[in-house]
């Protein structure tokens, strides 16, 4: 029996004049990336920003490996995703663990190189420094040259930028003859200036004549002197040497500095280790409001949860109620602190809770306490809401709910729908009262839908920065605290003020390791109630 062969057509490839444009233009658009990414990468390089640096580094190599290997090709759709997601959410994550072990921060925020750099151009008047009076002389391209007069001997000098000083013969070499004071009448190529503005000139004082090791430098409208480096980096000792009286500045911490503690500015980024974290948890000032801060950062996200949750499904199940009146009207009143910005409502809120002109505070005042100490003699007061640090407490709850409210409302709302009407049939059949219901029925199955988002509310007003901020700015002060740290102050706000706004200047390598340990608190509580979570999941699978 003879087999039969069937010969399947083959679909024909794409011809060489179809694929060489496509290749030219990958090519094009790779040269064109690179040439960009050499010049940017170089402009990072000469700035000392080396992170960010390395960082667009990996970014140039990967774009070249998608467009020229084969394999990765098909990925090249989500090139520019994946590249914006290293630049801007995978680098500041490296780049803050990094920071969390510098002494990142004021005085500390240059390379090595350029804060040597810095220090190298600051300049003294030494006992054997002349002094002189001068004239400047500017031609076309602003480059400017100083006629001096040494004051004591009365020798004339020609000073450039980057030169000796010179003794030019009048007359001779571009020198112009002198008038009654000593100065040329003209220098070839320049324009001599006149005494208002050479005065006015704003750049002239900054600028350094002469060699580097002896330079001229302007100090005020009719004298010039003579200044030397101060200091002269020795490499070997990793040491910066006075030349005014010989003291010796070592580098300590990327900082330069001597014996008896004196320091040199500017410092610059250098690793300390773990002593952020050290300072963090070992420094008194700080210890001391952290235990008081962290209790109540707890309390606070842990209450917020619960109240915002507790409303919004007890409006929820109200509106789950087919015969509820004008369900639709009242639920869309009840949306509008949802559809707010919260800036504007936290704002608003700060407002009608003012002490004195707050409409919150009138309110009390003429309508309760008013009525109460008229008729009973009795000591009433509306709350000081933000003197008090309990009333300045309940004032944040109370706005947060407000803000909260509607969103568990709709989530609830949502999941109600969802749960059988004949389970409850079967339960009510049974006499299970409407409390037992819902603590058996209801509550179990809610949260399978609605405990991820519990979570994430946790994890969101742990971190609630806004709030604490806007409204409060955490206070009131805690008594007796030696760093700024305030009664309604959480983790994040007191990194803020710890780190930001202390009057101490910025330290970024403080705040990046404080920010790590609030990220292992988050994740750890997160990881554990997700856990919980999943036992939420298995017993709903069950029912």
Request: proline share 6%; charged share 10%; glycine share 8%.
């Amino acid at each position: 029996m003879s087999s039969i062969s069937i010969q399947v057509p083959q679909k024909p490839g794409p011809s060489a004049a179809a694929v060489l444009p496509a290749m030219l233009f990958r090519l094009g658009v790779i040269v064109l990336f690179d040439i960009f990414a050499f010049w940017f990468l170089n402009s990072l390089r000469s700035l000392g920003y080396y992170p960010f640096a390395t960082a667009f580094l990996v970014v140039t190599l990967f774009v070249n490996a998608v467009l020229l290997f084969r394999k990765m090709y098909p990925i090249r759709w989500m090139m520019i995703g994946i590249s914006l997601m290293i630049l801007f959410t995978i680098y500041p994550i490296v780049f803050t663990v990094w920071v969390a072990f510098t002494n990142y921060g004021d005085g500390h925020l240059v390379t090595k190189e350029v804060a040597i750099g810095q220090i190298l151009k600051v300049t003294y008047l030494p006992e054997t420094g002349k002094a002189f009076s001068w004239t400047a002389f500017e031609n076309d391209a602003g480059e400017y040259v100083l006629w001096l007069i040494d004051s004591t001997s009365g020798e004339a000098f020609l000073a450039k930028v980057g030169e000796p000083l010179s003794q030019p013969t009048p007359g001779e070499g571009g020198i112009g003859e002198l008038d009654a004071k000593g100065v040329p009448t003209a220098i070839e190529g320049y324009e001599r200036l006149n005494a208002i503005r050479a005065s006015t000139d704003q750049t002239l004082p900054d600028i350094l004549f002469g060699a580097e090791d002896s330079t001229i430098q302007i100090r005020s409208t009719s004298e010039a002197a003579q200044f030397e480096p101060l200091y002269l980096y020795d490499a070997a000792q990793d040491a910066m040497i006075s030349q005014e009286d010989g003291t010796i500045f070592r580098n300590i911490d990327g900082t330069f500095t001597s014996q008896t503690g004196g320091k040199i500015i500017p410092g610059f980024v250098a690793r300390v280790g773990a002593r952020n974290f050290t300072n963090f948890f070992t420094s008194p000032a700080i210890r001391g409001p952290l235990l008081q801060i962290t209790t109540w950062n707890f309390a606070f996200a842990i209450l917020t949860v619960l109240l915002t949750f507790s409303l919004g499904l007890a409006i929820a199940i109200m509106f789950n109620d087919p015969d509820f009146p004008f369900k639709k009207l009242i639920r869309s009143f009840l949306l509008i602190p949802y559809t707010v910005p919260a800036l504007i409502t936290i704002l608003i809120w700060r407002g009608m809770m003012n002490p004195e002109l707050g409409v919150i505070n009138l309110f009390l005042n003429e309508t309760i306490c008013a009525p109460l100490i008229r008729s009973f003699g009795i000591n009433c007061a509306a709350p000081e809401w933000f003197t008090n640090p309990w009333w300045a407490k309940a004032a944040i709850l109370i706005v947060n709910l407000w803000l909260g409210y509607p969103y568990f409302m709709l989530i609830c709302s949502g999941a109600l729908q969802s749960i059988p009407t004949d389970i409850y049939q079967a339960a009510e059949v049974d006499g299970a009262s409407p409390w037992q219901r819902f603590r058996h029925i209801t509550l179990p199955l809610l949260l399978v839908a609605v405990g991820p988002l519990l979570l994430a509310s946790f994890t969101f007003n742990f971190n609630n920065f806004n709030l604490i901020f806007l409204f409060i700015g955490g206070g009131p002060p805690i008594a007796g605290a030696s760093i700024p740290a305030g009664h309604t102050d959480i983790l994040i706000s007191f990194v803020y003020s710890l780190a930001f706004a202390g009057g101490r200047g910025v330290n970024y390598g403080l705040a990046s390791a404080i920010t790590i340990v609030i990220f292992m608190i988050v994740g750890s509580l997160t990881l554990f109630q997700f856990r919980f979570t999943n036992m939420w999941e298995e017993v709903g699978e069950n029912v």
